[in-house]
T-cell receptor, first 110, second 112 residues
Framework: GIQVEQSPPDLILQEGANSTLRCNFS?????LQWFHQNPWGQLINLFY???GTKQNGRLSATTVATERYSLLYISSSQTTDSGVYFC????????????FGDGTTLTVKP | DTGVSQNPRHKITKRGQNVTFRCDPI?????LYWYRQTLGQGPEFLTY????????KSRLLSDRFSAERPKGSFSTLEIQRTEQGDSAMYLC??????????FGSGTRLTVV
């Protein structure tokens, strides 16, 4: 099956700093999603981004499907950004069976 | 739209007992997914439905696991003869076809 690698595994930032999280995948995909899992375990969908670039407030994401990677940018980080960020990919045209990476654990210190 | 609802939030059961979890998706979403997550790992795919049809089932889903989505509305996930290795967070998500997931809060299962 498809392999998904996320880096770095852990990241500690001071509030206000910027960061870039990376997701590499081993095969071509038709769908890619980024999620934030907060400290209470709730998974929130940040982006549905099979290709191109999207922005939502302080977050933006870029997927370069031909080179098999995606990047999540967090600017002016806040303590509420803490948690685990997951990338999930699907080889099918419509999101069905998605494969998740092991996540990047982000800690933002005040 | 109240989001994806999962019940119960927590379940503690003795090894060998059967358990059933329920997921109520967002009403206009035709796709429903079940995932399992253990500590320190990303969610693992179990199965998904489009309307009432179960379109794919993971090899992780042994014969002790069964899922249904009668009438394409809510879904249930049953685990028979639970084992300690079944202890995990069971997550449900829904989506319209071709769009991203909305996850519920999950059901945390502990098998003692």
């Amino acid at each position: 099956g498809i392999q998904v690698e996320q880096s770095p595994p852990d990241l500690i930032l001071q509030e206000g700093a910027n960061s870039t999280l990376r997701c590499n995948f081993s095969d071509s995909v038709n769908n890619l999603q980024w999620f934030h899992q907060n400290p209470w375990g709730q998974l929130i969908n940040l982006f549905y981004i099979p290709s191109g670039t999207k922005q939502n407030g302080r977050l933006s994401a870029t997927t370069v499907a031909t080179e098999r990677y995606s990047l999540l940018y967090i600017s002016s980080s806040q303590t509420t950004d803490s948690g685990v960020y997951f990338c999930a990919v699907d080889r099918h045209t419509n999101a069905g069976k998605s494969t998740f990476g092991d996540g990047t654990t982000l800690t933002v210190k005040p | 739209d109240t989001g994806v609802s999962q019940n119960p939030r927590h379940k503690i059961t003795k090894r060998g007992q059967n358990v059933t979890f329920r997921c109520d998706p967002i009403s206009e979403h035709n796709r429903l997914y079940w995932y399992r997550q253990t500590l320190g790992q990303g969610p693992e795919f179990l199965t998904y439905f489009q309307n009432e049809a179960q379109l794919e089932k993971s090899r992780l889903l042994s014969d002790r696991f069964s899922a249904e989505r009668p009438k394409g509305s809510f879904s249930t996930l049953e685990i028979q003869r639970t084992e300690q290795g079944d202890s995990a967070m069971y997550l449900c998500a829904s989506s319209p076809s071709g769009y991203g997931y909305t996850f519920g809060s999950g059901t945390r299962l502990t098998v003692v």
